[in-house]
């Protein structure tokens, strides 16, 4: 039986107007995405709890580039049931997290409400460029990389 983390998706399938919107999205220049260069530099951002978790919680669901397409599996109730937080509070999150740089979303105007805009997870523009070398100078200055498929003990 699936749970609710694997459950397919029942969302409704995008609009032309959403699919030309992502297109322009895909079109848009953006830095290499480096996972554990922006979860760096999100944590070290100054954020409040809630929109450091909304953030977590997007970066779990994005791809190796970093991208969440329209309608995929960040719809708002999910993201608000994963991160804990209310509908309203996932929505403050995203814009501010928008704000400060860690994503970008196309213009909303235009778009429906039952689809889930899509994200791209990026770097602020004043933000350092982290090298491919960042986990491996931690771990050759005693300190271990942080690991994804270890069991929270």
């Known amino acids: ?4 983390l694997t459950a397919p998706s029942e969302a409704a ?3 032309p107007a ?3 919107a992502a297109a322009a999205l895909e079109g848009r220049p953006r830095r290499m995405f480096d996972r554990y260069g922006w979860t760096e530099q999100l944590l070290a ?3 409040r709890p809630g929109d450091r978790t909304v953030a977590l919680v ?6 190796p580039a970093g991208y969440l397409p329209a309608g995929g599996r960040h719809k708002l109730g999910r993201l608000a049931w994963q991160a804990g937080m209310s509908r309203d509070g996932v929505r403050r999150a995203l814009a501010a997290l928008q704000q400060a ?5 196309p213009d909303l ?3 429906s409400r039952r689809v889930m805009y899509p994200v791209t997870l990026t770097l602020p523009a004043d933000a350092p460029s982290a090298s ?6 931690a771990a050759a200055e005693g300190e271990e990389p942080p690991h994804t498929s270890e069991a929270a003990s």
């Open 58 to 63: 997007l970066a779990h669901h994005a791809d």
């Open 1 to 4: 039986m699936a749970d609710a």
């Open 18 to 20: 959403i699919l030309a």
């Open 45 to 47: 951002a100054g954020l």
């Open 13 to 15: 399938p995008p609009t």
């Open 109 to 111: 105007s235009g778009w």
């Open 132 to 137: 491919p070398a960042a986990p491996a100078a």
């Open 101 to 105: 740089g860690f994503i970008d979303r």
